[in-house]
């Protein structure tokens, strides 16, 4: 996607150096800084601290974190260093240990003399693959779109509603929700995305706003609770998000509030879309009840940063000094509440038998 004019993706490989290049993500939308990687630490800090965050990019720079480890050291003990930390960074993406464990198959069989070339070529491809998955999601999420469009008055806005951000800095390009979005918006359909500011983290406000302006799609901001209010006010053709992982059953883990847009969406019969590339679907959980839902830090709520009225970037407390905060990072949709899921391979149901058939090489338990 677009930053300033130019194409961008939000994690690739320095051309000169053979560093890994990310977007810090934290620094956003007030400074675009460009991160190099080299270590390990580097890569693990990064996904902890989340300079990269979104389900699909944190598997990415795991593959990439493991390559630059196998570059430092092509040993057995490297390869199972990094394959033992990188897990740990962040628990409820899938993505983080399915690239991991893609990596590590790869990798093990392969002399230490050639590891190091092969682990970069790995990782490149779980990269580039990220983003045909993602543009295909695109292309089938566009149908969805034009369906809509076509029972509306030439012209008309079509509103969609998104959640968190599941846009290109999620992934290493398109994004997942955005995907469909971006290829409308490049047909010339005259979409206008409503974009939760989703605290506690704001990565409505602070990514999607941002990156939906870079690329020149008309978007408003609007605080998380009023999405039920302008579902009932009719102002909401679609709701699209992402997904961190999704069990076998077609229940949907995502960032914390998507639930309650599932249940206004359903309430007022809104279509909810779940944009959902393959890597993060668990066949190994048979449902939402068995993701591990990550913790995160109280600071997160008690306390906000943004930009002054000097031009610094400052951290506030908002909370009474001593009051507690209780920070879950995700919470899980439960099948029933979403229209579809939109994965790479097309449109499917949100349910085994439907998710089993789409994908049975993943059933099979290949990677």
């Known amino acids: 996607m677009r930053v300033n004019g130019k194409p961008q993706r939000s994690i690739f490989v320095d051309p000169e150096t053979g560093a890994v290049c990310i977007v810090d993500q934290t620094l956003l939308p007030h400074r675009y800084e460009i991160r190099r990687l080299e270590t390990l630490d580097e890569f693990i800090n990064s996904i902890r ?31 199972d260093d990094a394959g033992r930390r990188l897990p740990l960074a962040r628990p409820t993406a899938v993505n983080l ?15 230490c003399n050639a590891r190091a070339e092969t682990a970069m070529a790995a990782a490149g491809a779980i990269a580039d693959e990220d983003v045909a998955i993602n543009s295909s999601i695109g292309e089938h999420g566009l149908e969805l779109i ?5 029972h509306k008055a030439p012209g008309e806005k079509i509103n969609i509603l998104t959640h968190c951000n599941a846009g290109w800095l999620a992934t290493v390009d398109w994004g997942t929700a955005t995907a469909p979005i971006y290829k409308a918006h490049d047909a010339g359909l005259p979409v206008h995305v409503f974009v939760d500011e989703t605290r506690p983290r704001n990565q409505g406000a602070s990514l999607t706003a941002w990156e939906l302006g870079n690329h020149g799609v008309p978007h408003t901001l609007i605080v998380d609770n009023a999405g039920g209010h302008l579902m009932q006010l009719g102002m909401v053709d679609l709701v699209i998000v992402g997904t961190d992982r999704v069990a076998r059953n077609g229940d949907v883990c995502n960032k914390i509030g998507t639930y309650l847009k599932a249940l206004a969406a359903h309430d007022n ?15 190994d959980l048979a449902d939402g009840g068995a993701i591990p839902i990550e913790f995160r830090g109280e600071e997160e709520v008690t306390h906000i940063s943004g930009h002054s009225a000097e031009g610094r970037l400052e951290t506030v407390r908002i909370a009474p000094t001593g009051t507690r905060a209780l920070n879950p990072g995700f919470d899980v949709t439960p099948a029933r509440l979403a229209t579809s899921l939109i994965t790479e391979r ?22």
Request: overall charge positive; aromatic content about 8%; charged content about 15%.
């Open 49 to 79: 601290h989340m300079w990269v965050r979104g389900a699909p990019l944190i598997g990415a720079t795991a593959a990439y974190g493991m390559a630059l480890a196998i570059r430092a050291d092509s040993s057995d003990a490297s390869l």
């Open 346 to 367: 097309g449109i499917v149901a949100a349910n085994s038998a439907a998710l089993s058939k789409m994908f049975p090489e993943r059933v099979a338990g290949r990677l």
């Open 269 to 283: 019969g809104v279509p909810f879309y779940v944009a959902a590339p393959s890597p993060s679907i668990d066949f």
């Open 97 to 111: 240990a399915w690239a991991v464990k893609r990596m590590t198959a790869v990798l093990r069989p392969t002399p």
């Open 146 to 150: 034009r369906a809509i469009a076509a």
